[in-house]
C-alpha cells in the first residue's frame, strides 16, 4: 500500500508526504516520509498506535494516513488454466525503486536504514513521570532528603566527633547543579538534556546530552581545589589512588546506546565526557581520545557541533530517553 498527499507543516512550508508499508521483524507498518525519505510518523497496523517523529506534520500525516487506508487493497486475479509466464526479472540500476520503504529518520536521501533485530518503537505520549523534569543531582538530592542525618549525628558532626558519610553527595550535588547550568546553554543551540537518569537503585547517569552534534552521557566530578591526571583507563585526583573514571564513562556510554538503539532505526554514536569542577585544569594522557575530558565552561565547545543528527531524529531521541520505562533493565 502506498500513497501520497500534501501536508502544512505547521509554521513552514507545503510538503508531499508519502506513504508506504513497511513489514519485517514480525512488524506491520505505515510509514509517512517527506520527499527526502525522512520518517515524520508511523502508524502500527497491528495495535493501531500512531507514534509522531515531527510534531509539525502531525495534521497533515493524519490526512495522509487517512487517505493511504481509503486505497482497496488490490485482490490477487482468479486462477487460470494456461501455463505461467516465466518470471520477469526485477530491472537493477540508478532510479530503480527500492523493494522496501526506508526506515524511520533515514539519515540520507535514498538511504534505507533498517532496523537492528530487537528494534521497538518509542513510547508514545508524555510519561509519567517525565525526566525531562528532572532538576540537575536529583537523584544525589532524594538519598540526602530520605537518609539525612539525624539532629544528634548533626551535633556530632559539628563537633568533629563523627565523619559526615554525606558530605560527599553534598559535594556530587553541586557539582552536578554547576553542569546543568552550563549544559542549559545550550539549549538556545538546538541541544536537549536530561538530568539525573535512574539506572538502578544505586546508580544514575548524570546528564544525557542530545543535539544536532549527537548524544552524549556527561559522568561529573567534583574534587575542590585538587589536581586531576586523567589516563586511559584510570584518573589520579592530587595524585591519589587510581579510579576508574575514564572507563566507567565508557561503560556508561555503551549502556546507553544500546538502550537507545532498540527504539532507533536510524545510526548514532553515543560520546562519553567527563566533567571536572572546581579542580585544577585536568592533565590528560595523549593516548587518551576515546572520552573528551572537561572544565564546565568548556561544555560550550559542544554547542557549534551539527550535522550528526536531524531535528526530527533529536525529537525522535529525546522522547525515547524521557521515558523511565526506556532504562529499566530487560
Not at 114 to 131: E, H, K, M, Q, T
Not at 163 to 172: I, K, L
Not at 221 to 248: C, F, L, S, Y
Request: with cysteine.
Amino acid at each position: 500500500m502506498a500513497g501520497t498527499a500534501h501536508g502544512t507543516a505547521e509554521g513552514g512550508p507545503v510538503a508531499e508526504l508519502r506513504v508506504s508499508a513497511w513489514k519485517r521483524f514480525g512488524h506491520d507498518r505505515l510509514y509517512v516520509n517527506l520527499p527526502d525519505g525522512t520518517s515524520v510518523a508511523w502508524l502500527d497496523r497491528r495495535t493501531g498506535s500512531l507514534t509522531v517523529t515531527d510534531p509539525r506534520y502531525h495534521q497533515a500525516a493524519l490526512a495522509a494516513l487517512r487517505t493511504a487506508r481509503a486505497v482497496p487493497r488490490p485482490t490477487a486475479p482468479p486462477p487460470r488454466a494456461r501455463p505461467k509466464a516465466p518470471p520477469r526479472r526485477t530491472p537493477t540500476g540508478p532510479g530503480t525503486p527500492s523493494a522496501s520503504p526506508p526506515g524511520p529518520l533515514s539519515p540520507a536521501p535514498g538511504r534505507a536504514v533498517p532496523p537492528p533485530p530487537d528494534f521497538a518503537p518509542a513510547p508514545v505520549g508524555v510519561p509519567a513521570p517525565d525526566l525531562a523534569d528532572n532538576l540537575p543531582g536529583a537523584t544525589l538530592r532524594a538519598r540526602l532528603e530520605l537518609t539525612g542525618p539525624s539532629r544528634l549525628e548533626r551535633l556530632l558532626i559539628l563537633l568533629r566527633l563523627r565523619p559526615d558519610r554525606m558530605a560527599s553527595w553534598r559535594t556530587g550535588l553541586k557539582g552536578e547543579q554547576v553542569v546543568g547550568a552550563e549544559l542549559g546553554r545550550l539549549a538556545r543551540h538546538g541541544w536537549r538534556v536530561i538530568h539525573s537518569i535512574e539506572l538502578s537503585p544505586h546508580n544514575d547517569m548524570d546528564h544525557l546530552l542530545i543535539g544536532p552534534g549527537g548524544v552524549f552521557t556527561i559522568n561529573t566530578k567534583r574534587h575542590p581545589g585538587k589536581t586531576v591526571w586523567v589516563g586511559d583507563d584510570m584518573a589520579r585526583i592530587n595524585h591519589g589512588p587510581p579510579r576508574p573514571h575514564p572507563r566507567n564513562s565508557r561503560a556508561e556510554a555503551e549502556r546507553a546506546h544500546r538502550t537507545l538503539r532498540r527504539h532507533c532505526a536510524f545510526p548514532f554514536e553515543v560520546h562519553p565526557v567527563l566533567v571536572y569542577v572546581d579542580t585544577e585544569p585536568p592533565r590528560v594522557a595523549p593516548t587518551q581520545r576515546t572520552v573528551r575530558v572537561y572544565q564546565p565552561r568548556q561544555l560550550a565547545s559542544l554547542a557549534p557541533l551539527t550535522g550528526t543528527l536531524t531535528p526530527a531524529q533529536i525529537t525522535h531521541l529525546h522522547t525515547v530517553a524521557r521515558h523511565p520505562s526506556t532504562w529499566q533493565p530487560r
